[in-house]
């Protein structure tokens, strides 16, 4: 008959050595990531705000309203996927795309910043960490720090499945901050963020509705793998609904732009035809260089915005290297100059210039507008 082995007694002093060693390593980490979050910040220490232009912002059921002073053209300047990481290993990454913000903003000095999502890239092997608080928290002070109104649209790194934070939480953060526009919006639709901000001329009149939408991130696709989401049909309605409630006793639809992160599908419908040769579009500037990375599932957003007859530009970001603007069933759909120095760095982004940039969107109080791009090697000390 065979003995019971006894049992082994629990070695406590081992425990109490692995224990102590693991919340060594994790303090030591802590105090980098705080110094390394230091380091980065002192990019924007020194920032002076701007003497912001005169205007009445006010809250209102579906976002903003705000009413300018004067009827000076309206300077919008266009952002996108800015990239922060906030890790250790995304420092030197980190201040050049705080510099290049800093950069674009001081140069253009704009009434509004718009940023089309991907902020922040919480992507443990690039940045270091998978805390998107820290990222945004970097982000959100640094715009804080110019004085004027802002305003984001979420991408699909700024809330990865993995990362600490979810959008709930990163809504309740950004609307919290003085100077950004940023709200919830319906709870009863997909998303957030879904907003729209009015610019109004001096004499209250509505110039231009900007609609804001949340173009979401990830659906499980075959085999349980993630692919892109889409903008969901109750985000249409609502898109539809209010465009028509801004333009009840008027003579005609509101003018109306959109704001989202990830394009279209018919962004790679426009620049084939456009490559083909068609007089179907209008190309006004920029190259595609690379695949138009559009959602995985139809939406029926693009044919709304055309049925519709009220947005007259899209702009997204999303594809890091591509900065065209196409006119294509009466909408123009434009990639906003991205900032990216992190996500794409193993195909060399430090080093790509031609991309790097913002666009400026210039609406006049007659409501004719001009898109441009500033490219930043051409302003960059």
Not at 270 to 286: I, M, N, P, T
Request: aromatic letters at 12%; a negative charge; proline letters at 3%.
């Amino acid at each position: 008959m065979k003995k019971k082995k006894d049992r082994q007694k629990f070695n406590w002093k081992k425990f109490a050595l692995i224990t102590g060693i693991v919340l060594g390593v994790l303090s030591v980490l802590t105090v980098i990531m705080c110094v390394g979050t230091d380091i980065t910040k002192k990019e924007f220490a020194d920032i002076l705000p701007f003497e912001a232009r005169e205007a009445l912002i006010e809250a209102t059921e579906y976002g903003y309203k705000i009413t300018y002073a004067t009827d000076d053209p309206i300077h919008i300047l266009l952002l996108t996927d800015i990239h922060i990481g906030g890790g250790l290993l995304s420092i030197r990454n980190d201040k050049m795309a705080i510099k290049a913000v800093r950069t674009l903003i001081e140069h253009a000095r704009p009434d509004l910043v718009i940023v089309t999502g991907d902020l922040v890239y919480p992507v443990p092997f690039q940045s270091g960490t998978i805390n998107n608080m820290i990222a945004s928290k970097i982000f959100g002070e640094l715009m804080e720090k110019f004085g004027i109104p802002w305003v984001l649209t979420f991408g699909n790194h700024d809330s990865e499945p993995y990362s600490l934070y979810k959008r709930s939480e990163l809504t309740e953060y950004y609307s919290g901050l003085k100077n950004c526009l940023l709200v919830r919006g319906p709870e009863d639709i997909y998303g957030y963020g879904n907003q729209i901000i009015t610019l109004h001329n001096s004499d209250g009149e509505l110039n231009t509705a900007l609609v804001l939408m949340d173009s979401n991130d990830y659906i499980k696709g075959r085999f349980g793998i993630n692919i892109y989401d889409k903008i969901h049909d109750d985000q249409v309605e609502w898109y539809v609904d209010w465009i028509n409630k801004l333009s009840e006793g008027k003579e005609e639809l509101v003018q109306s732009m959109m704001f989202i992160h990830i394009p279209f599908e018919e962004y790679a419908t426009a620049w084939d035809l456009y490559k083909a040769g068609s007089d179907e579009v209008k190309h006004f500037f920029g190259e595609l260089r690379e695949e138009v990375c559009h959602p995985d599932v139809e939406s029926n957003i693009f044919e709304a915005i055309v049925n519709l007859g009220s947005t007259v530009a899209v702009f997204c970001g999303h594809d890091h290297v591509n900065d065209f603007s196409i006119e294509y069933e009466g909408v123009r759909l434009t990639y906003g100059k991205s900032i990216d120095y992190l996500a794409y760095a193993f195909s060399g982004i430090i080093n790509k210039t031609e991309q790097r940039g913002a666009t400026l969107i210039e609406i006049n109080s007659d409501k004719s507008y001009d898109i441009s791009t500033i490219r930043y090697s051409d302003i960059q000390g």
